[in-house]
């Protein structure tokens, strides 16, 4: 049976309630953890050697895809009736916004050491302690806006450049293609601090804590957070049908991206599917 994505501003109480507690019960296994680790491992960027498979790359939407399906397969054992909802983060855009309630993904970090201090995930609530990517504290933290570096949630304009790029991803497959869907999704463009961030990488520095770098997992709107990013991936599928997925074919030897990069039919760490396996999703969920 197809399942339904819902807009989390959408959901029921109850629905707000089911979701949390699968979460949490998963975290309580240890199983969400694992779910960290596997992201951690797996964050790698343009300077470093070896194949990137899950950022500054362009399976980066075909390894989240994958990637979110584990997480809500993990959820729906638990509560056959949850799924993943999403963050449409051009339209919800402030503290004030019901994605931060007590009884879903609790507010922003304190000043000082920017604990998050309320709702489920707070680590005075005793059922969060972060333990994955971190080195001295164990709690979950946020800092909305980066006021160090000002930055506002990416607008509705900013997500039109990259959605109306009809072309999935383009040489040299990294953070700095000039062009392409996929690089203006994911959201490097040349430039410093907040200002090179765009869409996907703006909306990470905009909640901030935990939410930077390869721990972010640790905070759950990242699920949240991504499964808006796939949804926009679905979407621009739709509009561009004779779009595929690009490279269609691995770099050839002697280019610097030889070995690099995960071509159309290549399997991706550590899911074993290749990006042509994800690129359909219909049978599996559909976004509302
Ligand atoms: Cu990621
Ligand atoms: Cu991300």
Same mark, same amino acid.
């Given at each position: 049976?197809?399942?339904?994505?819902?807009?989390?501003?959408?959901?029921?109480?109850?629905? #707000?309630?089911?979701?949390?507690?699968?979460?949490?019960?998963?975290?309580? @296994?240890?199983?969400?953890?694992?779910?960290?680790?596997? /992201? =951690?491992?797996?964050?790698?960027?343009?300077?470093?050697?070896?194949?990137?498979?899950?950022?500054?790359?362009?399976?980066?939407?075909?390894?989240?895809?994958?990637?979110?399906?584990?997480?809500?397969?993990?959820? #729906?054992?638990?509560?056959?009736? =949850?799924?993943?909802?999403?963050?449409?983060?051009?339209?919800?855009?402030?503290?004030?916004?019901?994605?931060?309630?007590?009884?879903?993904?609790? %507010?922003?970090?304190?000043?000082?050491?920017?604990? =998050?201090?309320?709702?489920?995930?707070?680590?005075?609530?005793?059922?969060?302690?972060?333990?994955?990517?971190?080195?001295?504290?164990?709690?979950?933290?946020?800092?909305?806006? /980066?006021?160090?570096? !000002? =930055?506002?949630?990416?607008?509705?304009?900013?997500?039109?450049?990259?959605?109306?790029? !009809?072309?999935?991803?383009?040489?040299?497959?990294?953070?700095?293609?000039?062009?392409?869907?996929?690089?203006?999704?994911?959201?490097?463009?040349?430039?410093?601090?907040?200002?090179?961030?765009?869409?996907?990488?703006?909306?990470?520095?905009?909640?901030?804590?935990?939410?930077?770098?390869?721990?972010?997992?640790?905070?759950?709107?990242?699920?949240? /957070?991504?499964?808006?990013?796939?949804?926009?991936?679905? #979407?621009?599928?739709?509009?561009?049908? %004779?779009?595929?997925?690009?490279?269609?074919?691995?770099? !050839?030897?002697? @280019?610097?991206?030889?070995?690099?990069?995960?071509?159309?039919?290549?399997?991706? !760490?550590?899911?074993?599917?290749?990006?042509?396996?994800?690129?359909? /999703?219909?049978?599996?969920?559909?976004?509302?």
């Amino acid at each position: 049976m197809v399942y339904t994505r819902k807009d989390q501003r959408d959901l029921t109480r109850a629905e #707000r309630r089911k979701f949390v507690d699968a979460v949490l019960e998963l975290k309580r @296994s240890g199983r969400y953890d694992d779910f960290v680790r596997t /992201h =951690v491992r797996h964050y790698s960027s343009d300077g470093d050697d070896g194949l990137r498979a899950a950022h500054m790359a362009p399976s980066f939407l075909p390894w989240h895809r994958q990637y979110l399906l584990d997480f809500e397969r993990a959820l #729906r054992a638990l509560d056959p009736t =949850v799924t993943v909802p999403y963050w449409d983060w051009t339209r919800d855009r402030t503290a004030a916004a019901s994605l931060w309630g007590e009884d879903f993904m609790g %507010g922003n970090g304190r000043r000082g050491d920017r604990q =998050v201090m309320t709702g489920p995930f707070a680590h005075v609530r005793g059922d969060w302690t972060v333990t994955v990517g971190v080195t001295e504290n164990r709690f979950l933290s946020r800092d909305f806006g /980066h006021p160090a570096d !000002p =930055v506002e949630l990416p607008t509705r304009k900013e997500l039109a450049w990259a959605m109306d790029d !009809p072309v999935y991803d383009s040489e040299p497959w990294n953070s700095t293609s000039a062009s392409g869907f996929r690089n203006k999704l994911e959201g490097w463009t040349p430039g410093k601090g907040s200002a090179r961030l765009r869409n996907h990488n703006r909306v990470h520095r905009w909640v901030g804590g935990l939410m930077l770098g390869g721990a972010s997992v640790n905070d759950p709107v990242f699920w949240l /957070h991504h499964s808006f990013v796939d949804l926009l991936w679905s #979407r621009w599928q739709t509009r561009n049908p %004779g779009a595929r997925y690009q490279p269609a074919t691995p770099p !050839p030897r002697g @280019s610097s991206q030889y070995g690099r990069v995960v071509a159309r039919h290549e399997p991706m !760490p550590p899911f074993g599917v290749t990006p042509a396996d994800v690129a359909d /999703h219909s049978r599996v969920y559909r976004y509302a």
